[in-house]
C-alpha cells in the first residue's frame, strides 16, 4: 500500500486548506483512512490522530475539539480521501500524515510521507 499527501501549504488564520490522501496498492476495498499531525520539534509527543473514515461505509470519527472544523470525506473511484480543513489556527500547523488502517479501532499499517500545514498569525 502506498500513501502519498497533498494539499499542504502556507495559510494565513482562519484560511482554509483541503488535504488530499491519494492511494495505491490496495487489495481490498475495506479499509480505514486516518489523518494524523505531528508538530515539529515535539515528536516525542508522537502523532495526534485529527480524523478516521471507514470508507466503505463512510463512517468518520474527529478528535473531539476539531469536529466542526475538519471535515473528511472519501472518492472511492479514486482511492483518494480528503481532509478539508476550515478556520485554520497557528495551533493547527504541524505535518498531516494520512496513515491506512484495517479499521479505525486498529492502528495504522501504512504511513504517507507527509505534508507540511502552516497557518500564520
Known amino acids: 500500500v502506498q500513501l502519498v499527501e497533498s494539499g499542504g501549504g502556507l495559510v494565513q488564520n482562519g484560511g482554509s486548506l483541503r488535504l488530499s490522501c491519494a492511494a495505491s496498492?490496495?487489495?481490498?476495498?475495506?479499509?480505514?483512512i486516518g489523518w494524523f499531525r505531528q508538530v515539529p520539534g515535539k515528536e516525542h509527543e508522537g502523532r495526534e490522530r485529527?480524523?478516521?473514515?471507514?470508507?466503505?461505509?463512510?463512517?468518520?470519527f474527529y478528535k473531539d475539539n476539531l469536529a466542526g472544523r475538519f471535515t473528511t470525506s472519501s472518492d472511492n473511484a479514486k482511492n483518494t480521501v480528503y481532509l478539508q480543513m476550515n478556520s485554520l489556527k497557528p495551533e493547527d500547523t504541524a505535518v498531516y500524515y494520512c496513515?491506512?488502517?484495517?479499521?479505525?479501532?486498529?492502528?495504522?499499517?501504512?504511513w504517507g510521507q507527509g505534508t507540511q500545514v502552516t497557518v500564520s498569525s
Open positions: 496513515a491506512w488502517h484495517m479499521s479505525c479501532e486498529y492502528t495504522p499499517g501504512y
Open positions: 496498492g490496495l487489495r481490498f476495498d475495506d479499509y480505514a
Open positions: 485529527v480524523s478516521c473514515i471507514d470508507v466503505k461505509s463512510g463512517a468518520t
